[in-house]
């Protein structure tokens, strides 16, 4: 991390259960991420990061990722796809949620975020 970023940290939960996430996660502000999972009898060995985002709602946000809604395409070809998945969500502050999002994806350069993150790294 370059010096002046300011970092916290911040309280994570996850749901296996992507598909009905937006039923589970609290209706607060927040970042969420979604990971494909690599398992080793049944214990999580391994996250590839899918895609970042961020939501003044959780629920409101994470219910138009479904498979019927989702408008970017190869986020909605994982999402329809069979596998082990996964979403976090920490609850953020509404004025931190650019920058943390920003953050999460230039250091995570999550697979469907490529667009954001190339953006996010040059006005870094």
């Given at each position: 991390m370059s010096p002046g970023v300011r970092t916290e940290?911040?309280?994570w939960q996850s749901i296996r259960s992507v598909?009905?996430?937006?039923?589970?996660?609290?209706?607060v502000p927040?970042?969420?991420?979604?990971?494909?999972?690599?398992?080793?009898?049944?214990l999580a060995?391994?996250?590839q990061w899918i895609y970042i985002g961020q939501a003044l709602s959780l629920p409101t946000r994470l219910a138009r990722h479904q498979v019927r809604t989702e408008s970017n395409?190869?986020?909605?070809?994982?999402?329809?796809?069979?596998?082990?998945?996964?979403?976090?969500?920490?609850?953020?502050?509404p004025?931190?949620?650019?920058?943390?999002e920003r953050d999460l994806i230039a250091r995570l350069q999550p697979r469907f975020n490529r667009t954001r993150y190339l953006q996010h790294a040059q006005s870094a």
């Amino acid at each position: 991390m370059s010096p002046g970023v300011r970092t916290e940290k911040l309280l994570w939960q996850s749901i296996r259960s992507v598909a009905l996430a937006h039923k589970l996660v609290p209706d607060v502000p927040g970042i969420y991420a979604y990971s494909e999972l690599a398992e080793f009898h049944g214990l999580a060995v391994a996250h590839q990061w899918i895609y970042i985002g961020q939501a003044l709602s959780l629920p409101t946000r994470l219910a138009r990722h479904q498979v019927r809604t989702e408008s970017n395409r190869q986020l909605r070809d994982w999402l329809h796809r069979p596998g082990e998945r996964q979403l976090w969500y920490a609850e953020v502050d509404p004025a931190d949620l650019d920058r943390v999002e920003r953050d999460l994806i230039a250091r995570l350069q999550p697979r469907f975020n490529r667009t954001r993150y190339l953006q996010h790294a040059q006005s870094a």
